[in-house]
């Protein structure tokens, strides 16, 4: 028997609904490629357990996840990752994107910058970059 | 299948309807968040639905079966005073409430209560906390295997911790059973994270019936100059307005007119605005 491989976090504080928590942790575990195709996506009752959530909520999620392709619910087995959102560019310690960002980030601390800071700046930069349009 | 369903329901006391002509329904498996202020009907129409009460007018079913001054089997109350036997132990108790139910489970009465770190088996109901009452009252609920449980204020004496092992029992039994479960509260962020339908109540009237998500999609608050106002169209359902600026609730809204910002509501801000929309029904003096 296979086990869950992640486990969500859900922030009642953030404004965001447990919904999208749950849609957006599972599909940034992939990207980071912390679940790859194949895994289990923890059960409702496994979710349930760990934090007092619905699991109505949980399993729409899933729908949701299911619906875009990313995994697929296996009667009475489970919900399953069966797409890799994470690739060379994303996955691992050693990708290069990710570590010259960490270089950068490194000069940021070294320059006496705070994380608002480095907040502030990596949001506007990003702006430029990718329209509104494309930050769905 | 419909768990619960109110048709035209009225319930007056002498000259005061606490309920008035409430229709909805309450698909099975939902786990719906009824809220509304102190006084607005929330408990008379939980006593009803549990048949400890009669409407005036109309009529409740659970199950498809009207409620005729007895409730339905697989339906279990937790009453707001968690009416106890408080000079039995807890273990006494749960044999004494099992004697009275033809289906029980005393299993899953001590499963739940081994959940539940501050309840004592042995001790007599009356010397427990409000909390610990309320919790061995939660778990008599669920040892009926109701399909439908009915929770009256099921989190107002719990502390932090007993709340969240309170919710992880309740949300188990929804994961296992697809219960359905209708609790009230009068604090909306009691509820906000388990809940996935919402049955708002005032003045005894049902002001908003709905899943939470579809219900959050289809308003919209808009953001602009009070001069411009009749650029907006859509439903309205509250507004405040400071000198220059208007800030709109708004139901099935148009696309949004130039200079106005337009964000989805949480369900607070939601919630508010529909209670301040009923509160100017019932006063408009007092309408800004």
Redesign the interface.
Known sequence: MLTGVIEFRIDRRSGVSTYMQIIQQAKQAMRLGLLHPGDRLPSAREVVEATAVNPNTVLKAYRELEREGLVEARRGLGTFVTKSLSSAATAGDDAPLRQELSGWMGRARRGGLVVEDVDALYSAVRDEHYPAEEQA | MTAMTATAVGKRYRTRWAVRDCSFAVPE???VALVGPNGAGKSTLLRMAAGLVRPTTGELRTFGTPVDGRIHPDVSFLAQNRSLYRDLTVRELTRAVGAMNDRWSTDRVEEVLGLLAGVDHDAKVGTLSAGARTQVAIALALGRLPRLLLLDEPLSDLDPLAR?ET??VI??D???HGTTVVMSSHLLSDL?????HILLIDDGRVQVDGDI?EVLAEHRVLVGPVADESAVAGTLISATRTERQSTLLLRKAEPTPAGWADTEP?LESLVMGYLRASRDRRSPARRR
């Open positions: 498996g939902k786990v969240d919710l992880r949300m188990t929804v994961a296992d906000r994270e388990v809940c996935d998500e949480d």
